[in-house]
C-alpha cells in the first residue's frame, strides 16, 4: 500500500501530503475554499489509495535525462544557424528561422517539464507547512472579502501512518457583515440620473451579506449600464465603493461614487450621428474601382457594386442613427452579421474625430464558392464504421445573401443488425442532399415586422434529399422534402418548426427478415407495416435551451423537446398520388422530452444526470409508427448494459439463446422498436490522469408498446411500469484530446425486467468472457463524444 500512494519516492525527513480538512459551523458555506488549498494531494483512485499519476511520473522519471535535452537542443541550434548562414533568400532564412524555434521550443518545454510521462504525471506531493500557513492567509483574505471581517483561521497538522500527513484548517467565521446603507456619490446630474433609475437592478441591496466579488460584478453592471446609454468613453476607473464599519457591529455603511473626468468635468454621450457600413473590404479584384455610396434605412452602403441585398444587410445592424451609443447593440449587429455565414470578418469602430460620431461597419466578403471533402469514421450504437462526405459551398446565391449546399456521403455504418447480434459493418448507407437557407422568414410579414425578427437570427431552410440504406434485412430508401423555420432566443434558446416535412419510403426486405416480421405480426406486433412502401408526411417543432452544457467549472444544463404531428393533413384531403402509388399512408403524434445537466464538483471532477423520454402513438388504420420514428432504448447513448436498440419491451421476454455459451442467456437478435421510451442515467467523471478520464455511471430505462393486442407485458401500463426499469451499471474511460473525446464504457447489467421475478437482480451473474452459460456478458460500448 506504501508503494500505490508513492510513499517510496519520498526522501529522508520527507512526508506524503495525504488529505486536507476544513472545520467550520455546519451551517457556513465552504464554497470555493477547498481550491485555495495552496499544495494539492495527489489524485487517487478512490476509494483506494492507488494514484496512476505518480506511478506514471516516477516511470518517465526513470527514463529522463536533461542534460540530452540541453544538448539535442544545442545540437539543432548549430544544425539551423550554420544553414542560415549560408542562405542568402530572405524566404528561406524566414522558414529556417521558424522551424528551429518550433524544435527548441519543444526541447525547451521538455527540460522544464520532463517527457511525456512526467508531463501527464505527478510528482509526489511532499508536505510543506509553509505552503500549509500561506493556505491559512489565504483562506483568510478570501471570508475578509465574503463580509466575514473577524473571521479566524488557524492550521495544523497530524502524521498518519506510512510517512503521511493530514493538513486541518479550523475556521472560526464570526458574524457576517451586512450593508446597512447604501448610498451614492455622483457629481455628474445624468449619470446620477440613471445609476437611481435602474437601481432595482443593482446586485448590492440592503441586508445582503457584504462580498468583494458581488462589488466587483456591480462596477461591471454600471460600466455596461452606462456604455448601453451613450457614455462611448466612460471607464470603470471612475467607479469607486467604499466601505464603512464604524457605526454599527456587523454593519456596513457602502458609499458607490462616480468621479468626473478631471479636464472635462462631466461624462459626455454620445449619439450616433451616421452610420457607414462597407461590407467589401478586400476585394482586391476592384481596388482600381471606386467605391459608391448609397443609402437604406439610415444606413450608408459605401461599396464597388450592389452585391448583397441593402435590405438584408439594414435588417442586422441595429445602430441606429441619432440614437445614443449603446454597447450591447454594437455587439449584437457584429454577431448577426457574422451569422450570415458570407463574411469572413466584422470590425465595428466608432470615428469621434471632427466632433461627430460616426459607426464604422466593416465586412469582408467569405469565398463564393467553396468545396471541401471529408473522409472518417462514426461510431453508431457503439460500432465503428468508415465514412466519406463532399459538401458544395455557394454563398450569396441569388444576391440576397442565400446559401445553396449541395452535399452527399456514403458510409458503412458500424450498426448492429436488426436480426442478429452482430453484423458490423454490415449496412451501408449513401445520402445526398441539396438545401438552400434563406437569412429571412419566407413568409410575407410587414417591414417594421422583418427588421424586428431580425435580431433573433431567422433562417428559412428548403431541403431535397435522397437517402439509400443497404442492410443484410432489407433496403430502403427515403425520399425527403421539407421546409424549416429556425430562429434564437439571447443565444439560449433555439426554436425549429418545419411546417411541412415529406417522405416517400420503399422498402425491399430479405425473406429470413419477412418470415420474422410476420411472427412478430402474428404476436400482435405491427412492426411489418412500417416497411410497406409509404407516404410519411409531418409537421415537427423543436425547442432547445442551452445553458452553456458541458462547460467546465459552471453548472450547466441542456434541454430539449420535439413535438410531431404526422399525416395531419390526410384528415383534409389526401394526395390522389399516393393511391396511385399504392403508398401506405401513416398519421401519428410524437413527442419527446430531453433533460440534461452537469455540475462541477471540484476542477477535476463532475457530476452529470440525465432524463429522456418519449411518447408516440399511430391513429392511422395500420396503427404503426413509421420506423425511425419509433424510440429505442439500448446502446452507448442509452442504457449501456444492453446492445444497441435490444432492451424492452417492457417485461417482454426475448428468445432464449440456442448457444447460452458463446452469446448468453437471451438472444437479442432483434431490435425493439417502442412507442413509449423512459430512461435516466447518473455518471460521476473524474480526470485520472493527462488527457485520460473515467466514469463512474448507473442507467435505467426501457421502452414499451401501446398498440401491441395479446401482449400486456410488452405495452406500457400505469400500475407495473415502475416495475419494469432495466438498471445498468458499469464504468468507462474518456480521452480527452481536446478537439475529440472518445470513449470506451463497459456496461453490466443490474436489473434485467426481462427475466422472471425473483431472479431479475443479475449483477452477481456478469461475466468478462466465454463461455457464459446462464451468465450476463458485459457490454463493450465505443462512442465519440460524452454519452449526454
Same mark, same amino acid.
Given at each position: 500500500?506504501?508503494?500505490?500512494?508513492?510513499?517510496?519516492?519520498?526522501?529522508?525527513?520527507?512526508?506524503?501530503?495525504?488529505?486536507?480538512?476544513?472545520?467550520?459551523?455546519?451551517?457556513?458555506?465552504?464554497?470555493?475554499?477547498?481550491?485555495?488549498?495552496?499544495?494539492?494531494?495527489?489524485?487517487?483512485?478512490?476509494?483506494?489509495?492507488?494514484?496512476?499519476?505518480?506511478?506514471?511520473?516516477?516511470?518517465?522519471?526513470?527514463?529522463?535525462?536533461?542534460?540530452?535535452?540541453?544538448?539535442?537542443?544545442?545540437?539543432?541550434?548549430?544544425?539551423?544557424?550554420?544553414?542560415?548562414?549560408?542562405?542568402? !533568400? @530572405?524566404?528561406?532564412?524566414?522558414?529556417?528561422?521558424?522551424?528551429?524555434? *518550433?524544435?527548441?521550443?519543444? %526541447?525547451? &518545454? =521538455?527540460? /522544464?517539464?520532463?517527457?511525456?510521462?512526467?508531463?501527464?504525471?505527478?510528482?509526489?506531493?511532499?508536505?510543506?507547512?509553509?505552503?500549509?500557513?500561506?493556505?491559512?492567509?489565504?483562506?483568510?483574505?478570501?471570508?475578509?472579502?465574503?463580509?466575514?471581517?473577524?473571521?479566524?483561521?488557524?492550521?495544523?497538522?497530524?502524521?498518519?501512518?506510512?510517512?503521511?500527513?493530514?493538513?486541518?484548517?479550523?475556521?472560526?467565521?464570526?458574524?457576517?457583515?451586512?450593508?446597512?446603507?447604501?448610498?451614492? !456619490? @455622483?457629481?455628474?446630474?445624468?449619470?446620477?440620473?440613471?445609476?437611481?433609475? *435602474?437601481?432595482?437592478?443593482? %446586485?448590492? &441591496? =440592503?441586508? /445582503?451579506?457584504?462580498?468583494?466579488?458581488?462589488?466587483?460584478?456591480?462596477?461591471?453592471?454600471?460600466?455596461?449600464?452606462?456604455?448601453?446609454?451613450?457614455?462611448?468613453?466612460?471607464?470603470?476607473?471612475?467607479?469607486?465603493?467604499?466601505?464603512?464599519?464604524?457605526?454599527?457591529?456587523?454593519?456596513?455603511?457602502?458609499?458607490?461614487?462616480?468621479?468626473?473626468?478631471?479636464?472635462?468635468?462631466?461624462?459626455?454621450?454620445?449619439?450616433?450621428?451616421?452610420?457607414?457600413?462597407?461590407?467589401?473590404?478586400?476585394?482586391?479584384?476592384?481596388?482600381?474601382?471606386?467605391?459608391?455610396?448609397?443609402?437604406?434605412?439610415?444606413?450608408?452602403?459605401?461599396?464597388?457594386?450592389?452585391?448583397?441585398?441593402?435590405?438584408?444587410?439594414?435588417?442586422?445592424?441595429?445602430?441606429?442613427?441619432?440614437?445614443?451609443?449603446?454597447?450591447?447593440?454594437?455587439?449584437?449587429?457584429?454577431?448577426?452579421?457574422?451569422?450570415?455565414?458570407?463574411?469572413?470578418?466584422?470590425?465595428?469602430?466608432?470615428?469621434?474625430?471632427?466632433?461627430?460620431?460616426?459607426?464604422?461597419?466593416?465586412?469582408?466578403?467569405?469565398?463564393?464558392?467553396?468545396?471541401?471533402?471529408?473522409?472518417?469514421?462514426?461510431?453508431?450504437?457503439?460500432?465503428?464504421?468508415?465514412?466519406?462526405?463532399?459538401?458544395?459551398?455557394?454563398?450569396?446565391?441569388?444576391?440576397?445573401?442565400?446559401?445553396?449546399?449541395?452535399?452527399?456521403?456514403?458510409?458503412?455504418?458500424?450498426?448492429?443488425?436488426?436480426?442478429?447480434?452482430?453484423?458490423?459493418?454490415?449496412?451501408?448507407?449513401?445520402?445526398?442532399?441539396?438545401?438552400?437557407?434563406?437569412?429571412?422568414?419566407?413568409?410575407?410579414?410587414?417591414?417594421?415586422?422583418?427588421?424586428?425578427?431580425?435580431?433573433?437570427?431567422?433562417?428559412?431552410?428548403?431541403?431535397?434529399?435522397?437517402?439509400?440504406?443497404?442492410?443484410?434485412?432489407?433496403?430502403?430508401?427515403?425520399?425527403?422534402?421539407?421546409?424549416?423555420?429556425?430562429?434564437?432566443?439571447?443565444?439560449?434558446?433555439?426554436?425549429?418548426?418545419?411546417?411541412?416535412?415529406?417522405?416517400?419510403?420503399?422498402?425491399?426486405?430479405?425473406?429470413?427478415?419477412?418470415?420474422?416480421?410476420?411472427?412478430?405480426?402474428?404476436?400482435?406486433?405491427?412492426?411489418?407495416?412500417?416497411?410497406?412502401?409509404?407516404?410519411?408526411?409531418?409537421?415537427?417543432?423543436?425547442?432547445?435551451?442551452?445553458?452553456?452544457?458541458?462547460?467546465?467549472?459552471?453548472?450547466?444544463?441542456?434541454?430539449?423537446?420535439?413535438?410531431?404531428?404526422?399525416?395531419?393533413?390526410?384528415?383534409?384531403?389526401?394526395?390522389?398520388?399516393?393511391?396511385?402509388?399504392?403508398?401506405?399512408?401513416?398519421?401519428?403524434?410524437?413527442?419527446?422530452?430531453?433533460?440534461?445537466?452537469?455540475?462541477?464538483?471540484?476542477?477535476?471532477?463532475?457530476?452529470?444526470?440525465?432524463?429522456?423520454?418519449?411518447?408516440?402513438?399511430?391513429?392511422?388504420?395500420?396503427?404503426?409508427?413509421?420506423?425511425?420514428?419509433?424510440?429505442?432504448?439500448?446502446?452507448?447513448?442509452?442504457?449501456?448494459?444492453?446492445?444497441?436498440?435490444?432492451?424492452?419491451?417492457?417485461?417482454?421476454?426475448?428468445?432464449?439463446?440456442?448457444?447460452?455459451?458463446?452469446?448468453?442467456?437471451?438472444?437479442?437478435?432483434?431490435?425493439?422498436?417502442?412507442?413509449?421510451?423512459?430512461?435516466?442515467?447518473?455518471?460521476?467523471?473524474?480526470?485520472?490522469?493527462?488527457?485520460?478520464?473515467?466514469?463512474?455511471?448507473?442507467?435505467?430505462?426501457?421502452?414499451?408498446?401501446?398498440?401491441?393486442?395479446?401482449?400486456?407485458?410488452?405495452?406500457?401500463?400505469?400500475?407495473?411500469?415502475?416495475?419494469?426499469?432495466?438498471?445498468?451499471?458499469?464504468?468507462?474511460?474518456?480521452?480527452?484530446?481536446?478537439?475529440?473525446?472518445?470513449?470506451?464504457?463497459?456496461?453490466?447489467?443490474?436489473?434485467?425486467?426481462?427475466?422472471?421475478?425473483?431472479?431479475?437482480?443479475?449483477?452477481?451473474?456478469?461475466?468478462?468472457?466465454?463461455?457464459?452459460?446462464?451468465?450476463?456478458?458485459?457490454?463493450?460500448?465505443?462512442?465519440?463524444?460524452?454519452?449526454?
Amino acid at each position: 500500500m506504501a508503494g500505490c500512494i508513492g510513499t517510496k519516492h519520498l526522501e529522508e525527513n520527507q512526508k506524503i501530503l495525504y488529505r486536507q480538512t476544513l472545520h467550520h459551523p455546519k451551517d457556513f458555506n465552504d464554497t470555493g475554499l477547498h481550491d485555495l488549498f495552496i499544495q494539492k494531494t495527489n489524485t487517487r483512485l478512490k476509494p483506494t489509495d492507488i494514484s496512476i499519476p505518480v506511478t506514471m511520473y516516477y516511470i518517465g522519471k526513470q527514463n529522463f535525462s536533461q542534460e540530452k535535452f540541453f544538448k539535442k537542443r544545442t545540437r539543432i541550434e548549430k544544425k539551423f544557424d550554420a544553414k542560415i548562414a549560408t542562405t542568402q !533568400n @530572405i524566404r528561406r532564412i524566414a522558414n529556417l528561422q521558424y522551424r528551429k524555434q *518550433n524544435k527548441v521550443d519543444a %526541447l525547451n &518545454k =521538455k527540460i /522544464d517539464n520532463g517527457n511525456m510521462f512526467m508531463q501527464w504525471g505527478e510528482p509526489i506531493a511532499v508536505f510543506d507547512s509553509a505552503a500549509m500557513h500561506q493556505t491559512e492567509q489565504k483562506i483568510k483574505n478570501t471570508l475578509f472579502n465574503r463580509g466575514y471581517f473577524r473571521v479566524g483561521v488557524s492550521s495544523h497538522f497530524l502524521n498518519l501512518k506510512n510517512r503521511r500527513v493530514a493538513t486541518e484548517y479550523s475556521i472560526a467565521p464570526g458574524q457576517a457583515y451586512t450593508y446597512d446603507t447604501i448610498f451614492f !456619490n @455622483i457629481p455628474d446630474e445624468k449619470v446620477r440620473r440613471l445609476i437611481i433609475k *435602474n437601481q432595482s437592478l443593482s %446586485l448590492l &441591496k =440592503k441586508g /445582503d451579506v457584504y462580498s468583494q466579488d458581488k462589488i466587483t460584478q456591480e462596477r461591471d453592471r454600471i460600466d455596461q449600464l452606462l456604455k448601453d446609454n451613450g457614455f462611448f468613453d466612460f471607464s470603470k476607473q471612475f467607479i469607486d465603493f467604499i466601505a464603512d464599519t464604524s457605526s454599527s457591529k456587523g454593519k456596513v455603511r457602502l458609499q458607490m461614487e462616480i468621479l468626473s473626468p478631471s479636464k472635462r468635468g462631466y461624462h459626455k454621450q454620445f449619439r450616433v450621428d451616421s452610420i457607414i457600413f462597407t461590407p467589401d473590404v478586400g476585394v482586391k479584384s476592384k481596388e482600381l474601382l471606386r467605391r459608391q455610396p448609397s443609402f437604406y434605412n439610415n444606413v450608408t452602403f459605401n461599396r464597388y457594386d450592389v452585391e448583397f441585398n441593402q435590405r438584408l444587410l439594414a435588417q442586422r445592424v441595429f445602430i441606429t442613427k441619432d440614437s445614443l451609443y449603446n454597447r450591447t447593440q454594437t455587439i449584437n449587429t457584429q454577431r448577426q452579421l457574422a451569422n450570415l455565414d458570407n463574411f469572413k470578418f466584422v470590425n465595428i469602430n466608432y470615428d469621434t474625430t471632427g466632433g461627430r460620431f460616426v459607426a464604422n461597419l466593416f465586412a469582408s466578403p467569405s469565398d463564393r464558392y467553396t468545396w471541401s471533402n471529408e473522409a472518417g469514421m462514426t461510431v453508431t450504437q457503439g460500432f465503428p464504421g468508415p465514412y466519406i462526405s463532399s459538401n458544395f459551398k455557394r454563398r450569396n446565391l441569388f444576391g440576397g445573401l442565400e446559401i445553396l449546399e449541395i452535399n452527399g456521403r456514403i458510409g458503412f455504418e458500424g450498426v448492429a443488425a436488426v436480426t442478429s447480434t452482430g453484423g458490423f459493418y454490415r449496412s451501408v448507407e449513401t445520402t445526398g442532399n441539396a438545401s438552400i437557407t434563406f437569412p429571412q422568414f419566407l413568409f410575407p410579414f410587414t417591414t417594421a415586422a422583418q427588421f424586428r425578427y431580425a435580431r433573433n437570427n431567422p433562417k428559412t431552410k428548403l431541403l431535397a434529399g435522397y437517402t439509400f440504406t443497404d442492410r443484410p434485412e432489407y433496403q430502403r430508401s427515403i425520399t425527403t422534402i421539407s421546409a424549416t423555420y429556425s430562429w434564437d432566443l439571447k443565444r439560449k434558446w433555439i426554436f425549429s418548426f418545419s411546417p411541412a416535412t415529406l417522405n416517400v419510403i420503399n422498402s425491399t426486405i430479405s425473406n429470413p427478415f419477412r418470415a420474422t416480421l410476420e411472427h412478430l405480426d402474428s404476436l400482435g406486433n405491427k412492426l411489418i407495416n412500417a416497411f410497406k412502401p409509404s407516404y410519411v408526411s409531418s409537421m415537427i417543432f423543436t425547442l432547445t435551451w442551452n445553458d452553456n452544457y458541458g462547460l467546465a467549472q459552471r453548472n450547466s444544463t441542456f434541454i430539449r423537446t420535439t413535438l410531431e404531428t404526422g399525416g395531419t393533413l390526410l384528415n383534409v384531403y389526401s394526395p390522389r398520388f399516393i393511391q396511385n402509388q399504392g403508398l401506405e399512408p401513416y398519421q401519428y403524434i410524437r413527442a419527446s422530452f430531453d433533460f440534461r445537466k452537469s455540475i462541477p464538483v471540484t476542477k477535476t471532477s463532475a457530476l452529470a444526470y440525465r432524463f429522456n423520454t418519449g411518447f408516440g402513438f399511430a391513429y392511422s388504420p395500420n396503427k404503426v409508427l413509421p420506423y425511425e420514428k419509433n424510440f429505442f432504448a439500448g446502446g452507448s447513448n442509452s442504457v449501456r448494459a444492453w446492445r444497441p436498440r435490444r432492451l424492452g419491451l417492457g417485461s417482454d421476454p426475448p428468445m432464449l439463446s440456442t448457444n447460452p455459451s458463446g452469446n448468453g442467456y437471451f438472444d437479442y437478435s432483434f431490435e425493439k422498436p417502442g412507442q413509449v421510451l423512459l430512461e435516466g442515467s447518473v455518471e460521476w467523471r473524474q480526470k485520472l490522469v493527462g488527457f485520460l478520464n473515467y466514469a463512474f455511471f448507473v442507467d435505467a430505462g426501457n421502452v414499451w408498446g401501446l398498440q401491441m393486442a395479446n401482449n400486456n407485458r410488452a405495452n406500457f401500463s400505469w400500475d407495473k411500469f415502475y416495475q419494469q426499469f432495466a438498471v445498468g451499471t458499469g464504468f468507462g474511460l474518456r480521452f480527452d484530446f481536446t478537439f475529440l473525446i472518445m470513449r470506451l464504457d463497459v456496461g453490466v447489467k443490474a436489473w434485467d425486467p426481462a427475466r422472471e421475478p425473483g431472479s431479475r437482480f443479475v449483477l452477481p451473474m456478469a461475466s468478462l468472457r466465454a463461455p457464459y452459460a446462464f451468465h450476463e456478458p458485459v457490454i463493450y460500448n465505443i462512442g465519440i463524444g460524452y454519452p449526454f
